[in-house]
């Protein structure tokens, strides 16, 4: 009984095997909203302890039921393809080759189909030996399953600091500024110069960016300081090209630049929010993620951020989830882990990804828009998840859909859509005249990162194909002049910081100026 209760831990231990490698790596603490410790651990255990007990009771229904006894082995199998399944997902990282590429190979299909024909004919002649053999592996897996649990236990529940995974103190606000200028500075994340100017697909309206191109500065060979949202974010902010990120806990992110090759900790270092307040302005911050609210705190009078959507095992819900929420959470993330369940037809598991990134979106644009019209503001950063993937939008119908077609065409018109109504909310409150509009993003369409993931349809190929896409827009508007300058040369835009800190202080109030500044005049 003992042996047979090991095993059944080892199985239950394996459905939920993403989860604790996750946690073990420790870098998930950095990127979760919520503490692990009170979200998914508990929900793991649960389910652990809940598909333990059905194990057992199974094989108590087994052995009193001589007609089921007989079939125990093709039970046996059949059942294991959930843990061995779930493994899978948590141990392919560590191969050298990605799993993406091993299915995109021609050899991957008729391979696996041999595999599985070879094994359902030594099931049949040896079933005995199938069923030791499947035996002897989870016993023989107990211990190392056994160090995972406790070391991504002990990485959940190693911070016990109190608050760890929440917010910091913000700074008191400020008192009327010295002067009505204000900065809305909007990074829309993964957005294509390319696809939204230079080769636009005849099938993608942008009316809003168009507008706002034509009333701008706008730089038509920038690009970002970095490929990745990761290093990207932060260089906009201190103003220098990072180089290396090494996220260390849920308050640290550890940066290395070319002036500062030691690693320093983001949340030490000065800042455009900083710069901003020494003039006399407010500065808010509504962004996805990064853990902002935990890092950049001190610097910001409002601040409001979600988390990106994390690896397999550690995904988060919306909003921190009562016990039930996250099992059920747990449940449906664990069900759409499941190897190539995603090339099944009918089946699209990412939909509740979709459903789920959503819900971050309304929340980010909500937030934006009453940061935007708030007049006590005089620098406002805003960091959307769009175009970024998963594509939440369908621009022919004109609303939000979670189908498997939508494509970054849609996600590029749905970043179109939200320009239009910030710069609404802006006019409605009457800030048209005082605020400057800086529009750029963090980084091009990175088609290496989507091409053959189950999200990326024939559009996707077809448009990257095309053109390069890892240029990105940057438009500069200023309150009183409409004129459209266009800006040809090469451009980092790194330099943004020092440009909002010109228009707070008054040294630019021109178009003709924002040139002279990229120049270095």
Known sequence: MLRRMIVFFSVSTCCFLNTWVELAEWQVSYYARYDPARVTVPAVLCWQLIVFACLLGVWQLLQSRPALYKHRLLLAVAGSAIPFGVSAVALLRMLPVEFITLVQSPWFWPLTGLLLLLFGLLLRRRKVAVGNLLYGVFLHLSPVLLLIVLRGGVAALGSDAPGLYQD????????????????VWIIFDELSQEILFDRRPQSLAAPNFDRLRQESVYAS???SPARSTREALPSLIIGENVRQTRPAEPRSLLLTTRK????????????????????????ALAGWYHPYGRLLNHSLTACYWTAGWLLSGAEEPTEEPSLPEAMTHRARCQLNAFPLIGHLPGVFPREYHRQESAARFHYLLEMSRALAADPSMGLVFIHLPVPHPPAIYDRAAKQFSYRRANTYLDAVALSDLALGEIRESIARAGLDGTTALIVSSDHGWRTENWRGTPGWTAEDESISRETDTMGVPFLVKLPHDNLAVTYPRPLNTVVTGSLVLRILNGQITQHAQVEDQLNGR
């Open 168 to 183: 910091g103190p913000r700074a008191h606000a400020l008192p009327k500024p010295p002067s009505p200028n204000r900065v």
């Open 221 to 223: 060979s920038a690009s």
């Open 260 to 283: 500062h090759p030691i690693a320093r900790d983001w949340s030490t270092i000065p800042n455009v929010f900083d710069n901003a307040r020494k003039l006399g302005y407010n500065s």
